[in-house]
């Protein structure tokens, strides 16, 4: 398979994760996390969508440019698998938090994503440290919703 070929599929399921789990938010945005109590520093909603579908598509990018360094490779299978263990998690915390209404255990889901991005940092840089540098934005972002989750569940 073509290399461009392997980040666009990988491209296109990030996405697809990141939709999927926009389903669970939408309702939410409006109803339940329209009510609860935020901190001063929480951005705007209009923010969280472009800055997801740059995350997704740069974690695609990532995960592609990783699968071309050949599918053969042992390493290159545990490194895309802890990816796809990480972005089930991504998924999962806005089911956890928006749909389930539970900041507490969505902040304990979201202590382990954080686990397992740095862990697909670390695996990722010896087969492409591209790779790995396209995931850095992705663990900031990830660390600041950490926060705001963390003060969330202590507000509400």
Same mark, same amino acid.
């Given at each position: 398979?073509?290399?461009? =070929?392997?980040?666009?599929?990988?491209?296109?399921?990030?996405?697809?994760?990141? +939709?999927l789990s926009g389903f669970a938010t939408t309702d939410a945005i409006e109803?339940?996390?329209?009510? !609860?109590?935020?901190?001063?520093? &929480?951005?705007?909603?209009? !923010?969280?969508?472009?800055?997801? @579908?740059?995350?997704?598509?740069?974690?695609?990018?990532?995960? +592609? $440019? !990783?699968?071309?360094?050949?599918?053969?490779?042992?390493?290159?299978?545990?490194?895309? +698998?802890?990816?796809? *263990?990480?972005?089930? $998690? &991504?998924g999962l915390w806005s089911l956890i938090f928006f749909a389930w209404e539970?900041?507490?255990?969505?902040?304990?889901?979201?202590?382990? =994503?954080?686990?397992? !991005?740095?862990? @697909?940092?670390?695996?990722?840089?010896?087969? &492409?440290?591209?790779?790995?540098?396209? =995931?850095?934005?992705? $663990? =900031?972002? *990830?660390?600041?919703?950490? *926060? $705001?989750?963390?003060?969330?569940?202590?507000? &509400?």
């Amino acid at each position: 398979m073509k290399s461009a =070929l392997k980040i666009i599929i990988a491209v296109i399921v990030c996405l697809a994760i990141g +939709g999927l789990s926009g389903f669970a938010t939408t309702d939410a945005i409006e109803g339940w996390y329209a009510t !609860i109590n935020k901190p001063t520093f &929480n951005p705007p909603n209009w !923010i969280f969508g472009p800055v997801w @579908t740059m995350l997704y598509i740069m974690m695609g990018i990532a995960a +592609g $440019l !990783i699968w071309k360094a050949g599918w053969e490779r042992q390493d290159v299978k545990t490194a895309l +698998g802890i990816f796809t *263990v990480q972005l089930l $998690l &991504n998924g999962l915390w806005s089911l956890i938090f928006f749909a389930w209404e539970s900041p507490m255990w969505a902040l304990v889901e979201i202590l382990v =994503l954080l686990a397992f !991005i740095i862990l @697909t940092i670390i695996r990722f840089k010896p087969i &492409n440290a591209t790779a790995a540098y396209l =995931l850095i934005p992705y $663990l =900031l972002w *990830v660390s600041f919703a950490t *926060v $705001l989750n963390a003060s969330i569940w202590w507000l &509400n």
